[in-house]
């Protein structure tokens, strides 16, 4: 009798403790569900996301079979929700990570320029860590180049991003769009850019997809550059020019419009030219006027000095290359007087080529007797 009611009672316990979990799974589910709802109302109340996007994101997708627009309100609208509920369920460093880590798990399914609209949505909020996103943010700007600068949309919002970040990605995109179509014209995207940094990084993406003639990319880098004629991309792209390029090409068009850019573009020119033919180079220089090839020299000296030696040896004998040295050793006695005195060797005019070289090998001497003695018994005697 006495196992009967122990039996009963145990079994009794068990019906409560079953009952009680089938009800808190149901109020559970209950509560979820409710959680869920009041999300999504907040989101379609509080979130600007579909209106604000809703004209940029009418663009082809990525596929063959895809249709030529689609609904804001499908795969983007949905992304956007399941990234604000993540906040009902972490917070501080944990939700960070999480969002982080959605983020890239979910962007997957997205077209290159959904990609790039949702990451404008959470940009303000990350803020620097936004950093954490710089591989996916390169992975959607190497192939959402094409859709980028299609339209006037979606260029008044790339203008318009707050993240710096992000719009440095956009911008270099940007440019790599403009570079690669045919025909386009990149001045009206370029003159709505207010900040400097932001024009260079739209221009280093004009440069680094640009597989033409390189002439092309020179004279629009021309054309954006401020009155003074100063651009350090027009030097970066000069510099970077293939050993096998023509360069020519680039001193045909600076020769007609040599005003237009600054000592140190044209020493970057100079320079690169002395490369593949010092003779043109020095030509290109010979045919200049004397204070302007003073200056290319001077802006040679501190950026390619190792190019004037052979830049010289290739200028013919003149009295306004014979000026030129006597300016550059001015400068190069102190600082370097072994390539001031292979410098002063160049000179054409015997008596001032003696004078100059006196002083070159006193400054010499002072720093390398021994050397300065052995180069001035090489040239003079013993």
Known sequence: ?????????????FAFSLTALLFYGVYSDEISLHD???GNEKLESGKEFPERFASLTK???????????????????????????????????SLRDEQIEYIGRVTIGLSPMEICLFLDYVSDELGDDMERLAHL???????????????????????????????TALLREMGRYYSGVAGSDPMPFYQKISLESEKDRFLAGFIEKFTGDVRSPIEWLIKFSPESGEHPQLIKVIKNLPESYDISKISQ?????????????????????????????????????ISDAEQILGSMMSSSSEKLLPLMSAWENTPQKDDAIS?????????????AWELGLQMSNAENRELLLTEVYYEWAEKNKEDADAAWNKFFGE
Do not use: C, R
């Not at 082809?60 to 609904?71: F, G, I, L, R």
């Not at 300016?327 to 390539?339: A, C, G, K, V």
């Open 36 to 38: 869920q709802d009041q």
């Open 137 to 167: 943010i390169g992975a959607a700007m190497s192939t959402a180049d094409s859709e980028l600068g299609n339209s006037e949309e979606i260029q008044k919002w790339v203008i318009s991003v707050k993240s710096p970040i992000f719009k």
């Open 59 to 93: 663009q082809p997708k990525h596929s063959e079979n895809a249709s030529n627009s689609y609904d804001v309100n499908d795969s983007l609208s949905e992304v956007t929700k399941g990234y604000d509920l993540l906040k009902s369920k972490f917070s501080g460093k």
């Open 1 to 13: 009798m006495a196992k009967n009611k122990k039996f009963v009672g145990l079994f009794i316990a």
């Open 253 to 289: 068009y600076s020769s007609e419009n040599v005003n237009s850019l600054s000592d140190d573009v044209k020493g970057a020119l100079i320079g690169k030219w002395v490369d593949t033919d010092p003779v043109a180079a020095a030509n290109f220089l010979a045919g200049s006027k």
């Open 327 to 339: 300016h550059l050793l001015q400068n190069f006695t102190i600082h370097s007087p072994q390539l």
